[in-house]
């Protein structure tokens, strides 16, 4: 069975920092891996999707990146700002499945 | 384009009650997906939809959750009788036929069962 993990739970930094969020995941033969942002009382809303075969992907000033064989993916966000203040959560989807599996998320807060 | 509509935003009831929520996709959106999402949680997938037909209901507890979507396109998903641990937000989300990967998710149900 599929566990996707997200360490630690929340974060708080101030402004500025540049900031590496991590997921890992127990099952490396996934078929993708996605990155979600949630905004309290809103939905989610995806970021990055990395293919299995991808080893990053780059959208303005996130980056992320899959290590297939360790179980684990990066979001990078540079020169953190208080709008990226968010939970983050990673999902995976395993081939030939159509079900993500998301891990619990990370509650990033910005501080100006 | 407008969004995935869902409604109530938030309800509250006491156990052994029921509810209903209802999801409006986007249209032309012939996939449509439930989850529940209980705090401090990634949301799980509860039900998947193609069209008016159910593709996945595995984590679907069907003893007391049920969903449909006669025509294929609003979808209502009902909790009888609710318990205590079904408090969460309950998110429904729609896609391309065949889009897993590009779901556009709604704001969600906050419900919590007292």
């Known amino acids: 069975k599929q566990e996707v993990t997200q360490i630690p739970a929340a974060l708080s930094v101030p402004e500025g920092e540049n900031l590496v969020l991590n997921c890992s995941f127990t099952?490396?033969?996934?078929?993708?891996l996605q990155w979600f942002r949630q905004d309290p009382g809103k939905g989610l809303t995806s970021l990055l999707l990395?293919?299995?075969?991808?080893r990053e992907q780059t959208s303005g000033r996130l980056n992320a990146s899959l290590d297939k064989s360790s179980g684990r993916s990066t979001l990078y966000i540079a020169a953190s700002q208080p709008g990226d203040s968010a939970t983050y959560l990673c999902a995976v989807r395993r081939g030939g499945s159509e079900k993500l599996v998301f891990g619990k998320g990370m509650k990033l807060t910005v501080n100006p | 384009e407008a969004g995935v509509a869902q409604s109530p935003r938030y309800k509250i009831i006491e156990k052994r009650q029921s509810v209903a929520f209802w999801c409006n996709p986007i249209?032309?959106?012939?996939?449509l997906y439930w989850y529940q999402q209980i705090l401090g949680q990634g949301p799980k997938l509860l039900i998947q939809f193609q069209n008016n037909g159910v593709v996945d209901d595995s984590q679907l507890p069907k003893d007391r959750f049920s969903a449909e979507r006669l025509k294929g396109v609003d979808s209502t998903l009902k909790i009888q009788p609710a318990k205590l641990e079904d408090s969460a937000v309950y998110l429904c989300?729609?896609?391309?036929?065949?889009?897993?990967?590009?779901?556009?998710f709604g704001p969600g149900t906050r419900l919590t069962v007292l």
């Open positions: 990395i293919q299995s075969s991808q």
């Open positions: 249209s032309g959106h012939a996939t």
């Open positions: 989300a729609s896609s391309l036929k065949g889009r897993v990967d590009e779901q556009f």
């Open positions: 099952d490396s033969a996934i078929y993708n």
